[in-house]
């Protein structure tokens, strides 16, 4: 009686060997799956960046603030600037516009459609030339010296406070030692 290698019943055991091999057929699923959705998102955000031409074509030249481009990595991202990006949901079809800040990552916003996520991009980089041309206009001098001026300050102080809290204390403490002293 020669024995099969194949169960033939849901309740007879697999070997190892077929329990392996079943197990990476099942991987090889998954991973065809992932590539195919990955596919699918970098295909929306190429999408969307043939929708950002238009406004990347009226940024005036010789700004360099911005530098579009697609990365393919684990989540594909359509990448605007050094902090701000595109990414696909978790439902894989809404668009995400986020943009890393100090405090973390902030949603700027959300659509499942094209247009939105076009106007809200403008709408950050009209707000980035903004910022650029105030800066530019500040100077250099006029923002570092009011800022070193405050500085300077808020230092003297501190260090006024220090010394009078010191002071009070020592004071205290020399108190307290001729009270022992005495008795």
Known sequence: MAE???PTSPSDPLTLKDAV??????AAERTGVVVDMRDADVARLELLNEALDPVFKDVPEGIDLFDRGISRGDTPRLWLDVVAHVAMGRDKRM?????DTR???TVIAESYEIPPIVAAVTRYIARRLVERERALAEGPGETSTSSATTIKRRR????LRAFLL????GIAALFVLALINTH
């Open 4 to 6: 099969s290698t194949k």
């Open 21 to 26: 091999r079943s197990a990476r057929i099942e």
């Open 95 to 99: 668009y995400r516009f986020v943009q």
């Open 103 to 105: 405090y973390g990552r």
């Open 156 to 159: 003297r102080w501190g260090t």
């Open 166 to 169: 010191g002071l009070i204390v």
